[in-house]
């Protein structure tokens, strides 16, 4: 069945660094992509998404590339701010509309 | 606007006791959903909602769960009797016509 595979975390970095988290994915049709982040204390929130090959998601300065060739759909900022220390979900939506596959979840925390 | 409202937002019952979830989705929301989300992991769908009835109940585990959403409004999701193993947080969404999912912040049940 479809699958969502994240990178462990926690991931630890300091406020200005670059983030990467990687995300692949494992479905037998076309999904959409999403990435949701979760705040302590919050509900999910849906950070940015992709439907289609090659398109790009991104919002509040995250974003990520759909890459059909390596089944990817890996998060990037360029510098990291403390208040972007959250859980990060990466997740797809395929044969049900609307039905979400979630990976495990990558926590990350920025130190000033 | 207000969002998806959830309560209790906690609760800590023994085992075997019966307990209920209560979930009111954003307005106009026509599909909600139930999710389970255990300590480190993704959540993981219980069952989907268009309007009142129940469109995708496979992963509920029916000889314990049950849910309603008699007037296609709000929806509670019940568990009787619980087991130590169902401790974990359960997530409402909602959406129109199953498009982007917005969620609760969650009740985190802790069975003892």
């Known amino acids: 069945g479809d699958s969502v595979t994240q990178m462990e975390g926690p991931v630890t970095l300091s406020e200005e660094a670059f983030l990467t988290i990687n995300c692949t994915y494992t479905a037998t049709g076309y999904p959409s992509l999403f990435w949701y982040v979760q705040y302590p204390g919050e509900g999910l929130q849906l950070l940015l998404k992709?439907?289609?090959?090659?398109d790009k998601g991104s919002n509040k300065g995250f974003e990520a590339t759909y890459r059909k060739e390596t089944t990817s759909f890996h998060l990037e900022k360029g510098s990291v701010q403390v208040s972007d220390s959250a859980v990060y979900f990466c997740?797809?939506?395929?044969?049900?509309?609307?039905?979400?596959?979630f990976g495990q979840g990558t926590t990350l925390q920025v130190k000033p | 606007e207000a969002g998806v409202v959830q309560s209790p937002r906690y609760k800590i019952i023994e085992k075997k006791q019966p307990v209920a979830f209560w979930c009111n989705p954003i307005s106009g929301h026509n599909t909600l959903y139930w999710y389970l989300q255990n300590l480190g992991q993704g959540p993981e769908l219980l069952i989907r909602y268009e309007n009142e009835e129940a469109v995708d109940d496979s992963q509920l585990p029916k000889d314990r769960f049950s849910a309603e959403r008699l007037k296609g409004v709000d929806s509670t999701l019940k568990i009787q009797p619980a087991e130590l193993g169902d401790s974990a947080v359960y997530l409402c969404a909602s959406s129109f016509e199953g498009n982007e999912q917005f969620f609760g912040p969650g009740t985190r049940l802790t069975v003892l």
């Open positions: 992709a439907t289609k090959a090659d």
């Open positions: 997740a797809l939506s395929d044969q049900a509309p609307g039905k979400l596959i």
